[in-house]
């Protein structure tokens, strides 16, 4: 019998993982395989959040595979080690694996390719809807603005949505570890795996996303983002099955997927960009660790962007545009370096994306592809426009609950004990307005 390895990575799945589908129609039979690489950690990427989640991942992926006939082997160390390992164990003529785009993943690429030669297969389009490089502009390698770039993404050509196999085998014999277990520094941490992405996707109201995405307190969003990270979904998935839907909702979704494909292809071309401005300001960063602690800790004195920061500390996740007004507060208002706030999310974020984080990050800070990078989020004006009744708030700051309506956004008029503001709110404008454009 011939025998495949489907070597799974951020791709935890079994619906449309070209992976799994390629290894699958391969081989008589196939090793799915993941392996649990200290590398990882030791890049400083191994929070306790992904790694509970995770854990949840790779338990109900053993369990889809096991209804299938075949099981998840998972090993520890060097994935292009053991990969080979495996390989040779069981005479497989080939091994499957997703391609990425940072440096990591790139430099695990390149060992497994050492290891393995022309036994190794590649496939594009696992981890985003298009892969880093099936569209780029005239001369250049990428897309550094995104109304351009979407253009092109909507009309370029996709891969087939593929299902999930039915029945696989996996041979006898071959060993690996227990699947891990991982605490998580959230305690309201959501499940992970394939499982519960399907269900959260069948629960959510895609048509009323369009409205609500920017609501902070009717929690519009999708919350996929977690499962996007591990690949719990397929994103070409996604958004195949939005565009057959339609409507306004579905419109918008999709085109959050296609940021999402931006920010891949962008760091796929510039790897430094993880770490280094994309575009340099000249900035001088402000550095206070009291105002950086206060920021981590929610205690920044204004509610809107302490909220956020305590869901963040809560759930291992935020609502969108909380993340780009804390954001916004740390790196336009206190004038701090973005790569603080951005190791910060990594710590605490379940859907701590290379990609996503950092360049999200840039884009507020003014170093990354916005276009307007003086643009400023105003703390109290964004609170008015996407809290206007201040439910997010008292949902997250319970010793504000009592403060009626719009007023629980300015507690110094009536909470003194709350935590003092760390811009006085009559010198708020006058400092953004010194610093960058008002939004």
């Known amino acids: 019998m011939t025998v495949s390895v489907a070597l799974f990575t951020q791709d935890l799945r079994l619906h449309d993982n070209p992976v799994l589908h390629a290894a699958a129609r391969a081989a008589d039979q196939v090793v799915p395989l993941f ?200 994103a070409g998935e996604l958004a195949a099955r939005a565009l057959e839907r339609g409507g306004e909702g579905a419109e918008a979704f999709v085109r959050q997927l296609a940021w999402r494909d931006f920010h891949h292809q962008l760091l796929a071309a510039r790897p430094r960009a993880a770490h280094h401005d994309y575009r340099s300001r000249e900035d001088h960063w402000h550095h206070d660790e009291r105002e950086a602690r206060a920021w981590r800790e929610g205690r920044t004195g204004y509610p809107i962007v302490d909220a956020g920061m305590r869901q963040l500390a809560h759930e291992g996740w935020m609502h969108n545009r909380a993340r780009l007004l804390t954001a916004s507060f740390l790196t336009k208002t206190l004038h701090h370096d973005w790569r603080t706030g951005a190791a910060h999310f990594l710590a605490l974020l379940v859907d701590g994306d290379l990609a996503n984080n950092q360049l999200n990050w840039q884009w507020v800070a003014g170093t990354g592809t916005d276009t307007r990078p003086n643009r400023v989020l105003n703390p109290l004006r964004q609170a008015d426009r996407y809290d206007p009744d201040g439910a997010y708030v008292r949902r997250w700051i319970p010793e504000l609950a009592h403060l009626p309506g719009p007023s629980v956004h300015r507690p110094w008029l009536l909470a003194p004990d709350y935590p003092a503001p760390l811009v006085a709110p009559e010198d708020l404008n006058t400092r953004l307005r010194a610093a960058r454009s008002l939004d």
């Open 35 to 234: 392996v649990l690489d200290p590398a990882v950690e030791a890049a400083g990427f191994g929070a306790p959040n992904r790694q509970a989640f995770l854990a949840d991942c790779l338990a109900d992926l053993d369990e889809s595979l096991r209804r299938t006939g075949a099981r998840l082997v998972v090993r520890h160390g060097d994935p292009a080690e053991q990969a080979a390992k495996v390989a040779a164990e069981t005479d497989a003529d080939s091994v499957h694996v997703a391609a990425g785009v940072s440096a990591f993943a790139r430099r695990r690429e390149n060992r497994l390719r050492e290891r393995l030669g022309g036994r190794l297969h590649v496939h594009d389009a696992v981890l985003t809807v298009l892969p880093p490089g099936q569209v780029t502009p005239a001369g250049r390698d990428h897309y550094a603005v995104f109304t351009p770039y979407h253009r092109a993404w909507q009309q370029a050509p996709r891969r087939s949505v593929h299902g999930a196999p039915r029945k696989l085998s996996t041979p006898d014999g071959v060993g690996g570890e227990a699947l891990p277990t991982a605490t998580a520094a959230s305690p309201a941490l959501p499940p992970g795996g394939e499982s519960a992405a399907r269900e959260q996707w069948r629960r959510w109201d895609v048509d009323a996303y369009a409205d609500l995405h920017d609501a902070l307190a009717a929690d519009g969003t999708s919350r996929l983002s977690p499962y996007l990270h591990f690949g719990c979904l397929s």
